[in-house]
């Protein structure tokens, strides 16, 4: 049994009743546990410096620890039943050292400070044991102390502090009104996080961090059983990291797009957009089977996101390109050389992508990562060239920095922290457009929103991404619904034949909620902004088959 | 101490289950001691070793119920978290499909389940595992990437009307990937087991260094559709993800592939080649599994699919007794009978084809006819007049399972793959939609 598997099980929530994989973390605890304050941060400061006095006294150069707490409530319903309710707390200590050059990682559950002064001597231990067969010395970058300092998510509502009943009403809700405009079934689902993690380290910081991630979402259902024929529609929420807030459904933050398509950016409206899932589910089993063929793609920032997550977030981690993913994730393409050469051609010169940790409201925006650096904005492609990766501090030297880009991230106090992708967001175009604007332009093309299947190799060459909504556009109108498509292309070529970016009053951010790398694998979230983006000539294939 | 003893076991459950209130009390007791070693770029890059003992409660008013978890064992702690699962159970919103806990049941005891010499593993022993892969693909000037985890642990569960089940099991996954230096040429070998006498990570190894030299000057062919041979690792993937596919509700809702046109579903209906035989079995000695199912269902030997015909579907309880048949749990591995020929005679008998290693980023891309997407990775090879000619590139395929198992050529001897038993696979007219310059 995986240990991931362990814990689903012994919850017996999620794992247990959906058979799901969605990583459930710790123990089940009620509601109000959830609400809890964090442990009192003088406590905290003086249980991390057990942790950092025993490690050096045992002969580490460096050390870390990280005192977390990580919140966990979970909603599931479907139709009118609430299927579970989750809620789960998880609370340890995770120390990492280096002694000889080694890295050494050892976690406990018993936070008290007999506990981490062992823990921390297990870390020792086992950073001596491997650095018998270390062959790379650890080359830390430089991270100046910085002091005590504290970072919070900037939520205006605190998901956990809103009663479940509440919540679970809104879901209900969101079911009957799919019900009602024609839907069979419906799943709705809502995701909350909070994780309180003080970090500190012989650097000389104790940074005191409270983050919170929210995730509303669903999938609506239509039969026609005379045809044999079933479609979905998934919710085009995207996760964020905000608090309850966004759930009011502002209509600020609604961009009308064309056929009554509603683009949401900060705030989102669940139940208007189930109402139109289910009408557009119903639409989808009669849509035409697209005509495979090169057509020009209008991307609409909820679908782009996972293409740029896929295709240029995943090649630019610094760790795969060096090969330490190769068991698992893969390689890249994006090797040194090309980086080095100051002139590959990612994209085309409109394409600039950037890295930032900063951006308010999203998945990855934090004051400071897993190993204290603090966070920034830096870029990836600048005018469709390679210019840089993600890293960490154990790894930026190779880029000849000086300074860590701040990457380092684990899911839990007992995993280790490695290096995880920041938002990378592509920057709106600088000319004014909107996407009715973009579309008018395009004689040939397919206008796809919301995020579908997704495949990419294991070194971010070949790709297929699928949708949730396709319509066709003939001489710059929105000819109709087409069903069975999917794009294939290669990532050079597909961001080179990016030929218009829509401007900033489109942009808005998808998420992945659960992103997994690593073995044992660990979840990550992350955020990646766009706008309305078009990509020309573009290789689509029929999905559609008979069995 | 992580790894109780069934009685052991039984005197904590016992115990909770004399503390509770509720209408129906269920308690499931776990515990595990993992391991694993990660290499890459031949040397370490981490290790870990960890234990988990943990009890959970789920108490029942009605159709309310609530769960709480707990690692402590005093009697104070366990009679607190009974009281907590029943304040849950109390406050929980009612559960329209709740069905009632089951009895006792007579359970078939798997003891193959668990092996002393996957208990035994240490971390030298994975350091050793770890150092001898990576010194074969030095000697050989190539880069290994690894990661090995061992698990032993426990399950029991029990509950107020008087069900009891415990069952100890462990497990063993290695896999490798090899790559050349140069990048161009890359090889995978996996092996998971419940016994570690029977891993040998070198001999993985060797076949992946093999294969990672092998594979260097790919040449490109035009995407289409080829005769393919599937080596079990590939044939697994796909054919897995059919089998979680089998649930009688989503079908009987009309929205699955076994869903019929004008209602109704293809239970009894032969989709397949009738050479496709499938089954579950948790005594085979390949690949045993407990008795049991975490609900307390007994797991019995099921057949899903015989001669092409689908002869079961899987059941939750309360779809079971909502339709009124007998609830039987999904497969967990599962048995594809194969024939007696090696992976080599399949080459061997082949005119013209292309070797799989492994397929890799496979996802659905439509749940109603099963179609899936993903590509060809570390190791795909030509096949003519019954050899292998040369390496080619990855290609990306777009296939369900369903239309793979009607166009079966020939099936060689099933290995252990995953926790199932899979043979490698001959299929015609397989569909190949693009190539890509991964390695």
């Known amino acids: ?547 | 101490m992580a790894i109780l003893s069934r009685e052991e076991a039984k005197k904590i459950i016992d115990k909770v289950l004399s503390y509770a209130k509720a209408d129906e009390t269920a308690v499931s007791l776990g515990g595990s001691k993992t391991g694993n070693i990660r290499y890459a770029r031949n040397t370490v890059s981490t290790s870990g070793e960890s234990t988990n003992l943990a009890l959970a409660v789920t108490s029942v008013f009605g159709k309310r119920s609530g769960t709480a978890t707990i690692n402590e064992f005093d009697d104070e702690s366990l009679e607190k978290t009974v009281r907590r699962a029943e304040e849950i159970a109390r406050l929980a919103p009612e559960n329209p499909e709740y069905v009632p806990m089951l009895g006792p049941q007579q359970y078939t005891e798997v003891k193959e389940t668990y092996a002393d010499a996957t208990a035994a593993i240490n971390p030298e022993y994975r350091a050793k595992a770890a150092l001898d892969s990576i010194e074969i693909c030095k000697k050989k000037n190539l880069t290994s990437a690894g990661y090995l985890e061992d698990t032993t642990g426990f399950n029991a569960m029990g509950n107020s009307k008087g069900l009891f089940a415990y069952n100890r099991s462990t497990s063993v996954d290695f896999s490798v990937t090899v790559r050349t230096e140069d990048g161009l040429g890359s090889g995978y070998a996996i092996q998971d087991y419940n016994d570690a006498r029977k891993l040998n990570a070198a001999a993985s190894t060797e076949v992946a260094a093999q294969k990672a030299l092998a594979s260097k000057g790919a040449l490109a062919l035009e995407p289409g559709k080829y005769t393919v041979i599937l080596e079990p690792v590939a044939a697994a993937d796909l054919i897995q993800n059919m089998m979680r596919s089998l649930d009688a509700r989503n079908a009987d809702e009309g929205r699955s592939f076994l869903s019929k046109k004008g209602g109704g579903t293809r239970l009894g209906e032969k989709l397949f080649d009738e050479r496709v035989t499938i089954y579950s079995d948790p005594t085979n000695p390949e690949i045993p599994q407990s008795g049991f199912v975490m609900d307390g269902r007994p797991r019995e030997k099921t057949t899903w699919i015989e001669k092409g015909v689908v002869k079961n579907m899987a059941y939750s309880r309360f779809w079971a007794q909502k339709q009124g048949v007998k609830a039987l749990p999904p497969p967990f591995g599962f048995i594809m009978e194969g024939g007696n020929e090696s992976l080599a005679d399949l080459i061997k008998g082949t005119k013209k084809g292309i070797l799989v290693t492994r397929f890799w980023y496979i996802r659905a891309v439509d749940p109603q006819t099963l179609l899936y997407t993903g590509l060809t990775r570390d190791g795909t090879f030509y096949i003519e007049n019954g050899k292998i000619k040369h390496p080619i590139k990855n290609f990306r395929f777009n296939e369900s399972p369903v239309i793979m198992l009607n166009n079966v050529e020939a099936m060689g001897k099933p290995v252990r793959v995953n926790g199932s038993l899979i043979p490698p696979l001959k299929i015609r007219d397989f569909t190949f939609s693009s190539l890509s310059d991964a390695v």
């Open chain 1, 1 to 547: 049994m995986k240990r991931r598997d362990f814990i689903q099980w012994s919850g017996m929530g999620v794992g247990a009743i959906l058979g799901s994989s969605i990583p459930v973390i710790g123990r089940a605890v009620t509601p109000e546990e959830l609400l809890e304050p964090a442990a009192d941060r003088a406590l905290k400061k003086r249980l991390a410096d057990v942790a950092l006095n025993a490690a050096r006294a045992k002969g580490a150069t460096y050390s870390d620890v990280r005192i977390g707490r990580y919140l966990q409530q979970f909603l599931f319903t479907r139709e009118k039943n609430v299927q579970n309710i989750t809620n789960a707390e998880s609370y340890g200590v995770g120390i990492r050292v280096i002694v000889n050059g080694t890295w050494g990682f050892a976690a406990t559950s018993d936070v008290t400070p007999d506990g981490i002064a062992r823990c921390a001597e297990t870390a020792v231990a086992i950073a001596k044991a491997n650095s018998r067969i270390q062959t790379e010395p650890v080359n830390l970058a430089p991270q100046k102390g910085v002091g005590e300092v504290v970072w919070n998510t900037p939520i205006q509502k605190n998901a956990f502090q809103v009663p479940v009943q509440e919540k679970i009403d809104l879901l209900l809700n969101v079911n009957s009104q799919a019900m009602q405009n024609g839907a069979a079934f419906v799943t709705s689902n809502l995701f909350q996080v909070n994780e309180q993690k003080y970090f500190a380290s012989t650097d000389g910081s104790y940074i005191d961090q409270d983050i919170h991630r929210i995730w509303p979402t669903f999938t609506v259902t239509v039969i026609d059983k005379a045809a044999g024929k079933f479609k979905t529609r998934d919710a085009l929420s995207s996760p964020m990291g905000m608090g309850y807030e966004y759930m009011d459904g502002l209509a600020s933050e609604k961009i009308p797009g064309p056929n009554g398509l509603v683009g949401y950016r900060n705030s989102y409206d669940m139940v208007e957009d189930a109402i139109l899932a289910a009408k557009q589910s119903k639409e989808k089993v009669t849509a035409k089977s697209v005509e495979a063929g090169k057509y020009d793609l209008v991307l609409d920032p909820n679908h782009l996101g996972l293409t740029i997550h896929e295709s240029v977030g995943h090649p630019t981690e610094l760790d795969r390109v060096l090969g330490y993913e190769a068991n698992y994730a893969g390689t890249s393409f994006a090797t040194l050389d090309k980086w080095r050469s100051k002139s590959f051609n990612y994209g085309s010169p409109l394409v600039n992508i950037v890295a930032d940790k900063t951006q308010p409201h999203t998945l990855g925006c934090v004051g400071y990562d897993d190993e204290g650096v603090p966070c920034k904005q830096w870029d990836i492609i600048k005018n469709g060239i390679l210019v840089n990766y993600q890293a960490t501090r154990d790894q930026v030297g190779i880029l000849g920095e000086k300074e860590s880009h701040g990457c380092c991230y684990a899911d839990d106090w007992s995993s280790v922290q490695f290096q995880r992708m920041p938002n990378v967001s592509l920057l709106p175009g600088k000319e004014k457009l909107n996407v009715n604007d973009m579309i008018k332009g395009v004689e040939k093309g397919i206008y796809i929103i919301g995020r579908g299947s997704y495949s990419i190799d294991q070194q971010r060459y070949n790709f297929q991404f699928g949708g949730q909504l396709f319509y066709e556009i003939k001489n710059g109108q929105i000819a109709g619904m087409l069903d069975d498509v999917a794009y294939q292309s290669n990532t050079q070529e597909f961001w080179n034949s990016c030929a218009q970016i829509c401007d900033k009053d489109d942009y808005r951010t998808f998420g992945s909620f659960f992103d997994g790398k690593g073995q044992p694998s660990q979840v990550s979230a992350v955020s990646h902004g766009s706008s309305t983006t078009r990509f020309n000539g573009v290789n689509v294939i029929n999905t559609g088959r008979k069995i």
